[in-house]
């Protein structure tokens, strides 16, 4: 009875220590992936990672009826003349602030990425045209009323696509968002600002820039 005890009370260690060690692997996984699929400037999902999930909404907006969803583009306008004229911290300085504004404030399954050098990408699942659009409003708004004080300003292009209405891939929606941000930028009056000067501390914007949006 003893030995038995004893051998069942061995295995139990032996399992407790296979357990507590495939967990410490999970984990180290969960950390290479996440280290993976971060822009490592910004903290944001990066490129690979926002393909990924690109194709999973996609996946679910073609099995499940009526399911739709819409990317927002951003796109740092004269993120060249930051540079040169105030210099590569102040460029990453106004990157790190525009990733702060654009992720503050949405909801919990919403995806915000860096998807290259001064553009971004938010991935918005369950999100009609129509909420997409009160979401920009929303966004700009929020930005220009910031920028009144200031004298230096950063701006922001955006455009917006939605599935189905403007495309039925993950590539037609990219280029529907593209072009739509592309014709911001050609217009130029329309764009979003938010004043950054160079001695400026960058502060999250803590308003909410999206909650379920109201009619």
């Not at 290479?32 to 194709?55: K, M, P, S, V």
Request: charged share 30%.
């Amino acid at each position: 009875m003893i030995d038995r005890r004893g051998n069942t009370d061995r295995k139990l260690a032996r399992l407790s220590e296979t357990n507590a060690r495939l967990r410490r692997q999970l984990a180290e996984q969960e950390s290479f992936r996440r280290i993976a699929h971060q822009d490592a400037l910004t903290g944001l999902w990066n490129r690979r990672y926002a393909d990924e999930r690109l194709a999973e909404e996609m996946g679910r907006a073609r099995s499940v009826p009526g399911y739709r969803f819409s990317v927002l583009v951003a796109d740092v306008d004269d993120m060249k003349g930051i540079n040169d004229r105030r210099g590569h911290a102040a460029g990453d300085q106004a990157l790190r602030w525009v990733a702060g504004f654009l992720s503050h404030g949405l909801r919990s399954d919403d995806i915000c990425c860096r998807i290259g050098g001064d553009e971004f990408l938010l991935i918005l699942p369950d999100c009609g045209g129509d909420e997409c659009r009160r979401l920009v409003r929303r966004v700009r708004g929020e930005w220009r009323h910031e920028s009144r004080a200031h004298d230096h300003a950063v701006a922001v292009s955006l455009g917006t696509a939605s599935y189905p209405t403007h495309g039925a891939t993950v590539e037609s929606l990219c280029v529907a968002a593209d072009a739509s941000m592309y014709e911001e930028k050609r217009r130029g009056g329309a764009r979003s600002v938010r004043s950054l000067s160079a001695e400026q501390t960058v502060v999250a914007w803590r308003s909410s820039v999206r909650a379920k949006a109201s009619p």
